[in-house]
T-cell receptor, first 115, second 112 residues
Framework: EAQVTQNPRYLITVTGKKLTVTCSQN?????MSWYRQDPGLGLRQIYY???????DKGDVPEGYKVSRKEKRNFPLILESPSPNQTSLYFC??????????????FGPGTRLTVL | EDKVVQSPLSLVVHEGDTVTLNCSYE??????LLWYKQEKKAPTFLFML????IEKKSGRLSSILDKKELSSILNITATQTGDSAIYLC????????????FGKGTLLTVNP
């Protein structure tokens, strides 16, 4: 089954404790992206990747890191989480067709709470 | 200033009504305009509109891109309670980057 998986689905942590949210897709998509969704602010792009070893900042990259060492995986790293990073996080992937980001497939989301 | 603006932010209708949702965007290196539907989980793709594909239709849903007005509309005819969701639009920029900028969404509630 074609899908994007994220782990963990729910996480409660404390300020400053490094964490990683994993994202994996099985559709051989070039493009992968991380978003956070907050009430009243909508979906905001954190980082994206056009292919292996190629990443770039979205609109809200501060406090986050990513890496793309394999095509299927795109982990999101919070080196020192803070309460303002409490949010619902989505990973997504898509093909790049004709120089455009195509239909994105979203993971189920990770609800992160930082105390 | 927001690059992608959706209106209205929320809308309540009765089953059978027709609704029109709006999305305006900036033109800087425009590549595509995408619509998604989000129920109580992850967004799901509806349409992608580009300069060469300005109108899409699927069942009761249709979307049009107005390149002159830098906007797009999503129409839903004969609404059903299952259409209740947040509808998101996103602009795909061009040039050397592949950013996607989403609007804040329109919350549609369809009452029986």
């Amino acid at each position: 089954e074609a899908q994007v998986t994220q782990n963990p689905r729910y996480l409660i942590t404390v300020t400053g404790k490094k964490l990683t949210v994993t994202c994996s897709q099985n559709m051989n998509h070039e493009y992968m992206s991380w978003y956070r969704q907050d009430p009243g602010l909508g979906l905001r792009q954190i980082y994206y990747s056009m292919n292996v070893e190629v990443t770039d900042k979205g609109d809200v990259p501060e406090g986050y890191k990513v890496s793309r060492k394999e095509k299927r995986n795109f982990p999101l790293i919070l080196e020192s989480p803070s309460p303002n990073q409490t949010s619902l996080y989505f990973c997504a992937s898509s093909l790049l067709a004709g120089g455009r980001v195509g239909e994105q497939f979203f993971g189920p989301g990770t609800r992160l709470t930082v105390l | 200033e927001d690059k992608v603006v959706q209106s209205p932010l929320s809308l309540v209708v009765h089953e059978g009504d027709t609704v029109t949702l709006n999305c305006s965007y900036e033109v800087t290196n425009f590549r595509s305009l995408l619509w998604y539907k989000q129920e109580k989980k992850a967004p799901t793709f509806l349409f992608m509109l580009t300069s060469s594909g300005i109108e899409k239709k699927s069942g009761r849903l249709s979307s049009i891109l107005d390149k002159k007005e830098l906007s797009s509309i999503l129409n839903i005819t004969a609404t059903q309670t299952g259409d209740s969701a947040i509808y998101l639009c996103a602009e795909g920029s061009g040039g050397s980057n592949y950013k996607l900028t989403f609007g804040k969404g329109t919350l549609l509630t369809v009452n029986p």
